[in-house]
């Protein structure tokens, strides 16, 4: 994707003229942290080949943090928070940390939960909203899942949206989600700033598969990988204990194989992982089944990991009624897992190899987890940075990690195009070194 510094302007609601509450320091004098100075800016670019230097132009992203100045006063608040689509590790901890910043650190009494995603905001619903205080969330980050439920879709009903947040006199809207709630975040902010209303819109990433862009790492992410790890090691005991044993483990990834990648890097038992950005065939020389047998006739026992959207192209007979898109937009999948499976069987019962496949779909165990340590850091640190912006009439934005630097980019950018795996980039030789794997299970190369 092409962008330009002036792709990444954050929009605002006005001039910030309310003094801030916290007592933060505007130098590095002493041991106070500091606001984060306005103009301040990060590098997105920050690599570059020497042959290129002379014509090098920085791309600026908005640093994150604390403004001593905001727009909001915040004894006048009323904000709230939102989690849609599928679970991740970590909601409830973006719940707690969102609420004890607005309460502890700006003094917000007024806070509530949208439950059961978009659709709280629908008055044919008729649900609900869950008042939130610290005694409310105290302990919720102990639990996977959300304490306000989610669903998905609705994101398309941006007036009716609108409407309600108006008539409930919220100014301030966190959404937790992915790219199907950005896009309605998003949508939410236009309307809002179209109707001349004063409503900050602030969204912390949440995708298992990490595929937002120009965001690092979306939080829950490493609890779903460390969880899928553990379901390889299940499949690699399987694998040893019989004559010719397949482990084979599918795992989350729609378009994008990055939990499938790392949890391959991580394991360290993995010799084949098939994800969507890399093609391969079944058949032939340099197909997948005939490097399978070789790994399996050398060591007697073999471990693959598939992302359940690899391999799509191979599912000719799938029936196509189930793939009408779900209320998320997302393109249904056929089980690629079971169909890999099945092949493998039939493969090796022609070949005449006795052989075992052992298959294990952890899909919705490893995004129910509750939040490991380092992701729960990460939580409280992404709801700080989206009060802190929210506070300074911030809208339209996510909160998002670049460079371990927190930074606001513009939603719009976030989910104009999804973040894949590039088979030529470091992370994926890495999963080939570990592998051992060849570069490309195909009998002809492929054009892009």
Request: net charge neutral; glycine share 10%; with cysteine.
């Amino acid at each position: 994707m092409d962008v330009k510094t002036e792709d990444f302007e954050v929009t605002r609601l006005g001039k910030c003229t309310v003094k801030s509450p916290l007592t933060l320091s505007t130098d590095d004098a002493g041991f106070v942290a500091n606001f984060t100075i306005n103009g301040q800016r990060v590098v997105l670019n920050n690599r570059v080949h020497k042959n290129d230097i002379d014509s090098y132009k920085p791309i600026l992203l908005e640093a994150a943090g604390p403004r001593q100045m905001l727009y909001f006063d915040p004894s006048k608040v009323k904000a709230a928070i939102v989690t849609c689509g599928g679970l991740c590790p970590g909601l409830n901890n973006v719940i707690r940390g969102l609420v004890y910043s607005l309460w502890d650190q700006y003094k917000v009494r007024n806070i509530i939960g949208i439950r059961n995603g978009y659709m709280g905001l629908l008055p044919e619903f008729g649900i609900e909203t869950m008042e939130l205080t610290p005694k409310h969330v105290e302990e919720i980050h102990r639990d996977g899942g959300t304490i306000l439920g989610s669903s998905r879709g609705y994101g398309n009903r941006t007036s009716d949206m609108v409407d309600a947040l108006e008539r409930m006199n919220i100014n301030m809207l966190f959404t937790i989600g992915g790219d199907g709630t950005q896009k309605g975040a998003n949508a939410i902010s236009e309307e809002a700033n179209r109707r001349g209303i004063k409503l900050a819109v602030v969204g912390i990433p949440k995708t298992i598969d990490n595929d937002l862009s120009f965001v690092q790492k979306s939080f829950g992410f490493e609890t779903a990988v460390a969880s899928a790890v553990e379901a390889v090691e299940s499949a690699t005991v399987e694998a040893h204990g019989t004559m010719n044993g397949i482990g084979l483990v599918k795992l989350m990834g729609r378009e994008s194989g990055f939990i499938a990648a790392h949890t391959a890097l991580a394991s360290g038992e993995v010799d084949y992982v098939l994800v969507p950005e890399v093609p391969f065939e079944l058949e032939g020389p340099n197909g997948f089944l005939e490097n399978l047998k070789k790994t399996l006739l050398e060591q007697n026992r073999a471990v693959v990991i598939i992302a359940e959207g690899a391999g799509q192209k191979l599912l000719e007979n799938f029936d196509k009624k189930y793939r009408d898109p779900d209320a998320s937009g997302n393109k249904k999948l056929g089980d690629i897992g079971v169909f890999i499976r099945d092949t493998i069987d039939e493969y090796f019962h022609k070949e005449n190899i006795p052989s075992t496949v052992k298959y294990i779909d952890p899909s919705y165990i490893i995004r129910s987890q509750r939040a490991n340590s380092n992701d729960s850091i990460y939580c409280s640190r992404l709801a700080n940075n989206a009060v802190h912006a929210a506070m300074a009439g911030k809208t339209g934005i996510l909160v998002s990690k670049m460079h371990e630097q927190y930074v606001h980019v513009p939603i719009q950018l976030a989910v104009a195009k999804r973040n894949v795996i590039e088979p030529n980039s470091s992370l994926w030789l890495g999963v080939i070194e570990a592998t051992g794997m060849p570069n490309l299970m195909m009998n002809s190369i492929p054009k892009k």
